[in-house]
């Protein structure tokens, strides 16, 4: 009786790691590191959510994930300090100025 129950808990246990695999094709780690790691933990929570018809909470999808990760050494993904250090000269259009005066 306890084998059975074992092989089944362990079945599930594989099963969580392959949706949260299957998740991290969506949201890739080095997004946690970044400056949208909020809404990528959300968005794994979600998805861990909806495949298993349970809840789950951010703690709960950060140590899955620290089975497969060493969150700290995960280098945070370049493009999004790309982003915030390009600097644009913004300009309001003539034409806000012209309908201002009507």
Do not use: W
């Amino acid at each position: 009786m306890t084998n059975a129950k074992e092989k089944k808990e362990e079945k599930s246990e594989v099963e969580l790691e392959l949706k949260l695999l299957e998740a991290l094709e969506i949201y890739p780690p080095a997004k946690l590191r970044g400056i949208h790691r909020h809404f990528v933990l959300y968005g794994l929570t979600e998805y861990m959510c909806r495949s298993f018809n349970r809840p789950f909470t951010a703690d709960d999808v950060l140590k899955l994930l620290d089975r497969f990760y060493n969150l700290e050494m995960v280098k945070p993904d370049d493009e999004d300090g790309e982003i915030l250090n390009q600097e644009e000269d913004f300009r309001l259009p003539k034409s806000y100025f012209l309908e201002e005066k009507l």
